[in-house]
């Protein structure tokens, strides 16, 4: 949670506070309206959903049963919650609002497309698109991947649709090399030039 959204949240729980507590300790008069104090203790109870949000009882809402993505998650709420919102992931680190914007809040991917999976790989290895904020290798291998899968599938989710242009869902994923695939690949490529060293290699003649 940024400095600012705390301050709000904290603004908002402790008058929250004093109107919900008033009648404890005669803070709102007896001769107030019943109108007047329903309102004020509606506006309070709000105020205290707002904070509870605010301090992190957001879930994360990917299905396990896409053990990938939902790892992906996991992540990317403990590495990139200061700096990127994501509903998915329960996180909130971009600017709310473009005038109190700073310099390390980071785009908001409920509005923002990221595909193909390979573009937010990219991002991860080379620390976004201009490398000026963001780390680099925030994540690494395995994680990388998780973690470009869930962003890949759920970003862009609540985008605004505009004519002319596709939605985010209709934009194909793309897929990442395995690992699996890669080891083979690289195993073939050994066996192969072995195969070719012992072939070129002259036969020993044998001794009488």
């Known amino acids: 949670m940024s400095d ?40 309070a109870s709000a105020a205290v959903a707002a904070f509870a949000v605010a301090c992190g009882t957001q879930k994360i809402s990917v299905p396990s049963s896409d053990p990938v993505a939902h790892e992906g998650a996991v992540l990317f709420s403990q590495r990139c919650a200061g700096c ?17 914007r700073e310099i390390t809040n980071g785009p908001n991917f409920n509005v923002r497309c990221e595909r193909p999976i390979t573009r937010v790989l990219y991002a991860i290895e080379n620390g976004g698109f ?3 904020i963001m780390p680099q290798n925030v994540v690494v291998g395995q994680q990388a991947d998780e973690v470009a899968d869930f962003v890949a599938k759920y970003a862009g989710r609540q985008a605004p649709k505009i004519v002319g242009q596709p939605t985010c869902d209709s934009q194909p994923i793309g897929t990442l090399p395995t690992a699996t695939a890669t ?10 030039s072995s195969t ?5 290699a002259p036969a020993k003649k044998k001794k009488k």
């Open 84 to 100: 990127h919102t994501l509903s998915y992931a329960a996180t909130n680190g971009s600017a709310a609002n473009v005038r109190t």
């Open 130 to 132: 201009s490398g000026a």
């Open 183 to 192: 080891a083979a690949a690289a195993v073939a490529t050994t066996t192969t």
């Open 196 to 200: 070719t060293t012992s072939s070129a």
């Open 4 to 43: 600012v959204a705390w301050r709000q949240a904290a603004f908002a729980a402790n008058a929250a506070w004093f109107v919900v507590g008033a009648p404890l300790f005669r803070m709102i008069s007896a001769r107030m309206s019943r109108p007047i104090r329903v309102l004020l203790i509606s506006s």
